[in-house]
């Protein structure tokens, strides 16, 4: 699948927080997306040390001068595409709650559980940013405080459990925070299992998600 074009609105917004520079704002449209998949590929190909700008400046098919005129350093590129990411990510998820039409808990954990492992929207370099941000990012040189790209998938969760506990299918004497955050550990660890290419057969993953929540949840 292609990756849809950049918000412009986030672009400007990025340039107000001087992550990007009105340079790169005013850059067509298929030239920031390029810039953006390159990093994106990049970035989960190598990790942040691995990934020099020389290196970058190649793939992305721009030079190393033009590189320092739309971004101040390595760090904001990868800011920038965390940034976007996440900001994908949000509308993806969105998009998981608009068309879900399910009432049980169980059924919209399962929901969820499908649109993100077996109809992902993601293509195969973005799985692979998404391991290199979840996984790898805080053992590489650079910190970027206050992004966490699962929180979106967590905060549905923690909505489903909440109105499961409120309508007595999910036991209700353990504290919803503790049971979301235990749910998302184990949606997280099935999606990088997925994501890493150790993919189960879809039957025996499902028997596996719903046996592991259900079984240590339903009262």
Request: proline content about 1%; aromatic content about 12%; hydrophobic content about 45%.
């Amino acid at each position: 699948m292609s990756i849809p074009m950049l918000d412009e609105n986030l672009v400007a917004a990025l340039v107000d927080r001087k992550i990007v520079t009105d340079t790169f704002r005013r850059l067509t449209a298929d030239k920031k997306n390029r810039i953006y998949r390159e990093a994106i590929t990049l970035f989960g190909e190598y990790g942040y040390d691995g990934l020099a700008v020389d290196q970058f400046c190649r793939k992305a098919g721009i030079s190393k001068g033009s590189f320092f005129q739309y971004f101040p350093s390595k760090s904001h590129l990868l800011e920038f595409v965390l940034l976007v990411f996440d900001d994908y990510l949000g509308k993806w998820m969105a998009e998981i709650k608009k068309n879900e039409k399910a009432v049980l808990a169980r059924d919209r954990l399962l929901y969820l559980y499908e649109a993100l492992l077996v109809n992902s929207k993601l293509f195969k370099a973005e799985e692979r940013f998404f391991l290199f941000v979840t996984s790898a990012l805080h053992h590489s040189a650079i910190v970027i405080e206050g992004i966490d790209i699962e929180r979106h998938i967590h905060n549905y969760i923690e909505e489903i459990i909440e109105r499961g506990i409120r309508t007595g299918e999910i036991r209700g004497d353990v504290e919803v925070e503790l049971t979301a955050y235990l749910v998302s550990l184990i949606m997280s660890a099935l999606v990088q299992k997925q994501y890493l290419g150790r993919r189960l057969y879809r039957g025996k993953l499902e028997e596996y998600f719903i046996s592991f929540l259900f079984d240590g949840i339903k009262a």
